[in-house]
């Protein structure tokens, strides 16, 4: 498996309130992007917290061995980490109200399992095409879903960035989770809502689907969501499943 992430501030914030890890064990990889928010700097807070915590977990997890398996770690974990980030805004008043998205993948040489909270996004690229694996906990998202609003006014829609859910704001939080049969050359993209509000699903595809290396690759995604305003922090993961092993670590 090959792997290579960024996390990038943007042209418009003052911090980057993104969080991203990669670890690897005997099991495989755990990728994550969290996408924090909140009040001053505490989105930072919650992110790291976020990734740090799971980091604590996967080292300590001893054996997964099938997708059932995989998911009851993500949902057991989830709980875990959810409770910490709510209890330390409940006990740091400057992190009040802090919370963060979460998307994340568990891929070992046969499956990929995929968790998420939020707008972050999970997109998978195979020998059938280019699609979108998560669904956005958003308001948007559920208004499109019902019909009352199509794909195009969701894009422009002026309450596009309210949450139906995230992590670490109330006590209790669901997590969706699914698993996927991946192949050889299979590539999987995690980001934060900073590069899939920017760029279309056909240039991810054009981006993804040409023989670059996959730090150019992410690199020309995250220029090319800065090219289109740079609003908001911006943060991927790309993991590609091939013999070899390339693991990067944590970047917020």
């Known amino acids: 498996m090959e792997t290579f992430f960024l996390s990038d501030r943007g042209k418009v914030r003052q911090h ?3 969080c991203v890890g990669v670890f690897e064990n005997e099991i495989g990889v755990l990728a994550i992007v969290a996408d924090g928010m909140g009040g001053h700097l505490a989105g930072d807070v919650a992110s ?3 990734i740090n915590t799971f980091e604590t977990l996967w080292n300590q997890v001893k054996n997964i061995e099938n997708p059932k398996e995989a998911e009851a770690w993500f949902l057991t974990s989830v709980e875990e ?3 910490a980030v709510y209890e330390h805004s409940l006990s740091h008043p400057e992190c009040q109200g802090m919370g963060t998205t979460i998307v994340g993948a568990l891929v070992t040489s046969k499956f990929a399992t995929i968790g998420h909270i939020g707008d ?4 998978l690229l195979n020998n059938s095409g280019y699609k979108q694996v998560t669904n956005d906990h958003s308001l948007v ?3 499109v879903r019902s019909g009352q609003i199509s794909k195009e006014d969701a894009e422009h829609h002026p309450r596009k960035n309210v949450l139906l859910r995230a992590l670490g704001t109330e006590q209790k939080v669901e997590l969706d989770v699914s698993t996927i049969e991946i192949d050889q050359g299979d590539v999987l993209l995690l980001c934060s809502d900073g590069l899939s509000n920017k760029v279309s699903d056909d240039e991810m595809y054009g981006e993804l ?3 670059q290396p996959l730090s150019q690759k992410a690199t020309s995604l ?3 969501a800065n090219e289109n305003g740079g609003e908001d922090n911006i943060s991927l993961v790309l993991l590609k499943m091939t013999a070899n092993h390339e693991l990067g670590e ?3």
Do not use: F
């Open 120 to 123: 972050s996004r999970c997109y």
């Open 81 to 83: 980490v959810n409770k």
């Open 250 to 252: 944590e970047l917020c």
């Open 209 to 211: 689907s040409n023989n």
């Open 222 to 224: 995250v220029q090319l």
């Open 16 to 18: 980057n309130e993104d």
């Open 141 to 143: 998202n559920e208004l």
């Open 48 to 50: 790291q917290m976020t």
